[in-house]
């Protein structure tokens, strides 16, 4: 079988999508070669994709010991959500300056949306719930409008942790968090830079103790195995 070219950065995506859903837990092993027969390709693309990673924090590379994925401790989850906290609430106060009626739009479509799946509550809600939550944010990234700050802050969102912060809450927290968003959205439509960006950078802080709290379940599986 030909070994294809990674023009598109799929074995970026791929290992990014897989770290982001826990498929890769933190410690997991990165065999370039084991990789590049999954995927398809050379070990090229695999070796650039790791480094690439390896710069975003998300993956470790140790001489003679290889590729790993990153392991996240009490300190780095504080230091993600602080620096979420500043990027994500600059990202607020950029985008209540954006006219763009469609995604403002979208955000509330994406809202009624998510407090629909809370009150259902079927199985599987807080995935779903998590992708609607991604796709609010982004949005709201997209409106700041600005690439680099796009690129840093989905850095720092694609840790698994972050993702599944959802897991760790408690129904408070989900009204909490929903009570938020409401008022990021009205903060955005009144072009109240200051508010929107006060709302947001208490939104992610709030989401904290969550994440620690996934952190300390990861844990407690890890010491039990």
Excluded: C
């Excluded at 070990?43 to 994709?49: G, I, M, N, Q, S």
């Excluded at 009624?112 to 991604?134: K, T």
């Excluded at 620690?212 to 195995?225: E, G, H, I, Q, Y």
């Amino acid at each position: 079988m030909a070994k294809y070219v990674d023009a598109n950065g799929l074995v970026y995506k791929s290992l990014v999508e897989r770290i982001s859903d826990g498929s890769l837990a933190p410690g997991a092993k990165l065999r370039e070669g084991a990789i590049a027969e999954e995927l398809g390709t050379s070990r090229t693309p695999v070796r650039e994709a790791l480094r690439t990673l390896a710069a975003e924090g998300l993956v470790e590379i140790e001489q003679n010991r290889g590729a790993t994925v990153r392991a996240w401790t009490h300190e780095q989850i504080l230091e993600t959500y602080g620096m979420r906290a500043v990027l994500q609430g600059y990202a607020a106060r950029l985008a209540s300056r954006s006219t763009d009626a469609a995604r403002l739009e979208r955000l509330d479509e994406l809202q009624d949306q998510m407090e629909r799946v809370i009150f259902d509550r079927e199985p599987g809600y807080l995935d779903d719930l998590a992708e609607l939550n991604d796709d609010f944010h982004h949005v709201i990234v997209q409106m700041a409008n600005s690439a680099i700050l796009e690129n840093i802050i989905n850095t720092l969102t694609s840790v698994a942790m972050v993702g599944r912060t959802f897991r760790g809450f408690e129904n408070e927290d989900l009204q909490r968090s929903m009570m938020h968003h409401r008022d990021i959205i009205r903060g955005i439509r009144a072009h109240d830079a200051e508010f929107t960006e006060a709302v947001m950078t208490s939104h992610i802080l709030a989401a904290r103790p969550a994440a620690l709290a996934m952190l300390r379940r990861v844990d407690t599986v890890d010491s039990a195995d």
